[in-house]
T-cell receptor
Framework: GAVVSQHPSRVICKSGTSVKIECRSLDFQATTMFWYRQFPKKSLMLMATSNEGSKATYEQGVEKDKFLINHASLTLSTLTVTSAHPEDSSFYIC???????????FGPGTRLTVL | LAKTTQPISMDSYEGQEVNITCSHNNIATNDYITWYQQFPSQGPRFIIQGYKTKVTNEVASLFIPADRKSSTLSLPRVSLSDTAVYYCLVGDLDTGRRALTFGSGTRLQVQP
């Protein structure tokens, strides 16, 4: 299966700053990647679908100007949390769908803490 | 995508077999059933997938009755390291290209 990495694994930032999270597909060229957010003891919630070379598709209620997604290559998608606030503190996870039925491969996640 | 219902939590002891059942009454003809495992502060990990009858791999078994309205993930002889949240998902063949919809999952706690 696909190997997916994320960087950083955890980040702490001050309120009002921007944070960039990278998601890399190490051994699979991914035209599509997905970004999820997970609050403590809750399930994963899809934020957006990242499409290589085109605009991301955001889920209802997710502000596209706040969560900027760039998928410039087949192996890299980035999520930038702009003007972060404490309520943006969460666990952010990306995934790669290889097209094999409904099997996806997830990154290890990034823990964001906004002070 | 079909909605799934799982128990919120389960407790077990080391060495026991654990069976987690998932209900998916509205499963469609083309839907497959997939189970993921998630440890704290990690991304979900694919465990097993099936369409009907029984599927077994080195980690688990998946039992699917003829009507496919439910499925049971069976973990043989669990250990402490099997403590995790287990998610049941259903989706069609092309779902790999689309985002997955996660339900609440089942939190399994394995005691020594």
């Amino acid at each position: 299966g696909a190997v997916v990495s994320q960087h950083p694994s955890r980040v702490i930032c001050k309120s009002g700053t921007s944070v960039k999270i990278e998601c890399r597909s190490l051994d699979f060229q991914a035209t599509t990647m997905f970004w999820y957010r997970q609050f403590p003891k809750k399930s994963l919630m899809l934020m957006a679908t990242s499409n290589e070379g085109s605009k991301a598709t955001y889920e209802q209620g997710v502000e596209k100007d706040k969560f900027l997604i760039n998928h410039a290559s087949l192996t890299l998608s980035t999520l930038t949390v702009t003007s972060a606030h404490p309520e943006d503190s969460s666990f952010y996870i990306c995934s790669v769908g290889t097209g094999a039925y409904n099997e996806q491969f997830f990154g290890p996640g990034t823990r964001l803490t906004v002070l | 995508l079909a909605k799934t219902t799982q128990p919120i939590s389960m407790d077990s002891y080391e060495g026991q077999e654990v069976n987690i059942t998932c209900s998916h009454n509205n499963i469609a003809t083309n839907d497959y059933i997939t189970w993921y495992q998630q440890f704290p502060s990690q991304g979900p990990r694919f465990i097993i997938q099936g369409y009907k009858t029984k599927v077994t791999n080195e980690v688990a078994s998946l039992f699917i009755p003829a009507d496919r309205k439910s499925s049971t993930l069976s973990l043989p002889r669990v250990s402490l390291s099997d403590t995790a949240v287990y998610y049941c998902l259903v989706g069609d063949l092309d779902t790999g290209r689309r985002a997955l919809t996660f339900g609440s999952g089942t939190r399994l706690q394995v005691q020594p």
